[in-house]
DNA sequence: ATCGAATAGTTCAACAATAGAATTAATGAG
DNA sequence: CTCATTAATTCTATTGTTGAACTATTCGAT
């Protein structure tokens, strides 16, 4: 009892100090890449809208537990660059769906290879079965996360 | 040769899905315990603090990676709410040592335990082999970030 | 010992992200 | 048809962030 309070303790401590260290620095490596003219959000926006056609402000808000609001002005900005359009919903015309434009899809693509690029370098530390393991683990994990929200 | 990378790129994936729904669903969770006066990348500062004594504003911004003026920024609202002080140095009269309160100590660690206790919960839903095994993975990948800065 | 470079911290202006309340417009259920 | 609901936007305020300019202090090379 007491020995295993202490290992779970100390394991959360290591979780906890690892998790910022991966986070921060992650964080700061993607920041690099981007371009003048585009933030990391904006940028995980744009991903998103790449990989989900046709999304709207409301799934956006859902997908990255924000308040609608929030939405609107990223996506403002993003189409004030021209990297979206709004396109309107045919049958329920309170629904606005959002398009990345050719330059948004452009952008996109390209710096999502040049993040899988980071991660590539990074994923190549660890053997094969190293990294299945902890991938694995770490989609439990994920799915234990969005379970408890 | 082409079923690596599509191995590797399939990690990579695998690694981004997991990585967002776990970092963003945290944040939430981490988010919901904070009182209402305090946000929190205000209480990640107050845990540095209360780990790391005595440090400085240019500790913090090299702990969390930014510049030293949202340090500035942070630890004035902090100050403002009695949780810190700033200390001067007695030999070297630039540096100003930040100093919780007891107020501050006190709502860091109950704030610590609340947010430990969220870990505890999630790492519960794994046996102790893999637990360890997912730790010592992440403190590898941790190394290799902190190295890549 | 002094003068210039470097360092620690702050201030300021600008911007991005966020929350929350109020608003508009459209849909849907009784 | 009316009223509640839903999707999106607007507006205000706060927080965190950057980068440049600034103050005060210390350090180092001559």
């Known amino acids: 009892m007491e020995k295993d309070l202490c290992l779970l303790k100390s394991l959360i401590h290591r ?8 986070e921060r620095g992650l964080h700061v ?8 003219e585009l933030t990391v959000d904006q940028f995980k926006t744009l991903r998103f809208l790449r990989h989900n056609v046709n999304s709207t402000a409301s799934e956006l808000a859902q997908f ?15 189409s004030d660059k021209g990297l979206l359009d709004r396109v309107p919903d045919d ?3 309170r ?3 959002l398009k990345l434009t050719e330059e948004g899809e452009r952008i996109s693509s390209l710096l999502e290879e040049r993040v899988q690029n980071v991660l590539a370098d990074l994923i190549e530390h660890f053997d094969e079965k190293e990294a299945i393991a902890f991938i694995e683990t770490f989609e439990k994990l994920a799915k234990v996360v969005k379970a408890a929200l």
Chains 1, 2 share one sequence.
Do not use: Q
Request: aromatic fraction near 8%; glycine fraction near 6%.
């Open 29 to 36: 490596k993607v920041k690099d890449l981007m371009p003048e």
């Open 95 to 97: 629904v606005i769906h």
């Open 15 to 22: 979780y906890e100090v690892a998790n910022f260290v991966v």
């Open 64 to 78: 990255f537990c924000v308040g609608k609001s929030s939405i609107t002005a990223i996506i403002t900005r993003l």
């Open 91 to 93: 049958g329920d015309r």
